[in-house]
Nanobody, 124 residues
Framework: VQLQASGGGLVQAGGSLRLSCAASESAFSGYALGWFRQAPGKDREFVSGINWNSKFTSYADSVKGRVTISRDNAKNAGYLQMNNLEPEDTAVYYC??????????????????WGQGTQVTVSS
């Protein structure tokens, strides 16, 4: 499964962005979808995850209440709606597909497929 993340950009603090993850094939619908981010000099960290049928979701404490993950298996796509963005959210954001559905994995090593990343920059 090939993934492509898009939707990043430059926004002011308090603004919103919606990231998209497009998958190359319908097999995507059987995988959990995760969003991760990596800031310069830092490790890649878990942001949010959703299982194959959208029944289970998970969020990092740092984004809980500001971020909503969703997916549309009919379109082979996933989304990350980010509101009230903060400068600390600045990072490259990656989408990933993995087999662990419940509980959703927060470890990058447990995801099998990765998109190329999209830059999110939040100015203060």
């Amino acid at each position: 499964v090939q993934l492509q993340a898009s939707g990043g950009g430059l926004v002011q603090a308090g603004g919103s962005l919606r990231l998209s993850c497009a998958a190359s094939e319908s097999a995507f619908s059987g995988y959990a979808l995760g969003w991760f981010r990596q800031a310069p000099g830092k490790d890649r960290e878990f942001v949010s995850g959703i299982n194959w049928n959208s029944k289970f979701t998970s969020y990092a404490d740092s984004v809980k209440g500001r971020v909503t993950i969703s997916r549309d298996n009919a379109k082979n796509a996933g989304y990350l709606q980010m509101n009230n963005l903060e400068p600390e959210d600045t990072a490259v954001y990656y989408c990933a597909a993995g087999i662990y559905q419940q509980p959703l994995s927060k470890f990058p090593g447990q995801y099998n497929y990765w998109g190329q990343g999209t830059q999110v920059t939040v100015s203060s």
